[in-house]
């Protein structure tokens, strides 16, 4: 009997990492998984209504503190949901308002805070005009006496 040949493939794993350098000197790694980070992240809030019960979202972009190991700063994106300008009406209105941060790779990280509206101002009423009338004498009452409408 002649021996038997055994034929086992070879496996190369080959691992490629891509490393650029901008022109700011930051580097850029092609493989990034890692999120930028958030901090400063605005805390919750009591906001009061306006004269009709309304609270603006502003825009808080602006506010909190963000980096990343491979994409610039200033090349961050940082979202806002709700929007700015986004409309909350209502006495104990409760809106969470949530910040993402995302890098070149599309990775991303956020901050939640809420914003709650509370009505501090007092309503307002307008009685109408009072209204004399004279009663039946034999059943001592009025009928049929139009008051008007509060305002």
Do not use: R
Not at 81 to 105: C, K, M, R
């Amino acid at each position: 009997m002649s021996p038997t040949k055994a034929i086992y493939p070879l496996l190369l794993v080959f691992l490629v990492s891509l490393v650029t350098i901008e022109s700011n000197g930051q580097s850029s790694n092609a493989l990034d998984s890692l999120p930028p980070t958030i901090s400063n992240c605005p805390v919750n809030s009591i906001e009061v209504a306006d004269s009709v019960c309304e609270f603006i979202i502003q825009d808080y972009t602006g506010i909190p503190l963000v980096e990343d190991d491979s994409t610039a700063t200033p090349d961050l994106i940082i979202t806002q949901w709700p929007l700015a300008g986004t409309i909350l009406s209502g006495h104990g209105t409760s809106q969470t308002v949530t910040l993402t941060v995302t890098d070149a790779n599309g990775n991303s990280a956020d901050c939640s805070f809420e914003i709650n509206l509370e009505d501090h101002m007092d309503p307002v009423i307008a009685c109408p005009e009072d209204v004399t009338v004279s009663a039946d004498s034999a059943a001592c009452e009025a009928t049929d006496v139009i008051l008007g409408l509060p305002l």
